[in-house]
């Protein structure tokens, strides 16, 4: 059996760093593992031009822990008003890694998103000449649509029609949930590719509801049947460049989780590595985790790759972790797998 396994340094192509306090206590959980990650736009208010991703940049990097060689790669949130020439000149200057797309109300902190998307138009198409990939969260929101079909009717009524009416341009389908997802990321071709999150490889539905509701597995995309789930695994170790890591660990305060009407996210920066390895593993996919933490992502962004390295081992004894972190926001609950880690990150 592997047991040591050595991977050039990964890169969390979706990540919610928050802001003030809970940025402070957060970052320190990515910045231990991940060389890159690219960082989501829906603060309050949201992060709408390059001069607000550039300050937002500033306060990342004004709390990243000494050293850690860590580089934040910025989002704009797209909405009605974005100023093509805006997105266009951050992208030039290499601070716009893409433009995320929120359908109007789809998630946390979405109310700014789309409604219209004829309004994005001229984005879109400047985005296409330029090779800058919009980021999309693919759910509609209509609320006669049931939660566990939003993502397939949405590739259906607005991807897909999108992608036909913008040739060239380049789209990352976020936190596919799916066996539609995985279907139509595949079929793409070289301009579409798809993030998987850790969470959506170990949960199903079940797990959210059956025997007790457990608010910390809730998430949106909402995680779906168990066939879906395995669709999502059979991708994400397929060794395709057209899947790779975005974790979408979106850490909530504890008290807004555990509430009549709990916040969506699981906060999985402490633990994806050692999760991921041991999803890889049982899979007998351990030789294609680094394709899928540390290459697809880079290459698809047109990042150089990572020079460095991490190597994973596998002991007898497994991982203890601490159950929440402790920010200056209040305790956020880490992500639970509901099996023991044996897959240590070494020092
Ligand atoms: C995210 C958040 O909390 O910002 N929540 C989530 O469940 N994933 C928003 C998102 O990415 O949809
Ligand atoms: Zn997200």
């Not at 949930?177 to 539905?205: K, M, Q, S």
Request: contains cysteine.
């Amino acid at each position: 059996m592997t047991d040591m396994l050595t991977i050039a340094r990964p890169d969390d192509f979706h990540l919610h760093l928050r802001d003030g306090a809970m940025l402070q206590g957060v970052l320190p959980e990515t910045t231990r593992h991940f060389a890159r990650a690219l960082v989501m736009p829906n603060l309050l208010p949201p992060v709408v031009t390059t001069a607000d991703a550039r300050a937002y940049r500033d306060r990342i990097l004004a709390v990243q822990p000494e050293a850690a060689g860590f580089t934040p790669l910025m989002t704009l949130y797209l909405t009605e008003t974005t100023d093509p020439e805006d997105v266009a000149l951050g992208a030039a200057e290499g601070l716009i890694a893409a433009v995320k797309l929120y359908p109007a109300g789809a998630t946390t902190n979405s109310a700014s998103g789309v409604r219209n998307f004829d309004a994005v138009r001229a984005v879109l198409e400047r985005m296409a000449e330029i090779g800058l990939p919009l980021s999309v969260h693919g759910e509609v929101t209509d609320p006669r649509v049931d939660i566990f079909d939003r993502e397939a009717v949405f590739i259906d009524t607005v991807l897909d029609p999108l992608r036909s009416a913008t040739p060239g341009l380049r789209v990352v389908m976020e936190h596919i949930t799916t066996a539609e997802g995985v279907a139509y990321a595949r079929a793409g071709g070289p301009d579409l590719a798809a993030t998987i999150t850790t969470h959506h490889l170990i949960l199903n539905r079940n797990h959210l509801l059956a025997g007790g509701i457990r608010p910390h597995y809730y998430c949106l995309p909402v995680a779906k049947r168990e066939s879906h789930r395995l669709a999502l695994r059979a991708a994400a170790t397929s060794g395709e460049p057209g899947f790779f890591l975005g974790t979408d660990s979106a850490p909530h305060i504890d008290a807004l989780k555990e509430h009549a009407c709990g916040c969506a996210g699981c906060f999985t920066a402490t633990n994806s590595l050692p999760v991921l390895a041991q999803v890889f593993e049982d899979m007998g996919a351990l030789a294609r985790l680094e394709g899928f933490t540390s290459r697809h992502g880079a290459a698809f962004y047109r990042l150089p790759p990572n020079t460095g390295t991490m190597t994973l081992e596998r002991r007898a004894n497994p991982l203890q972790l601490p159950e929440k972190i402790l920010t200056g926001a209040g305790p956020v609950t880490v992500f639970d797998p509901g099996f023991p880690l044996y897959w240590h990150v070494a020092p």
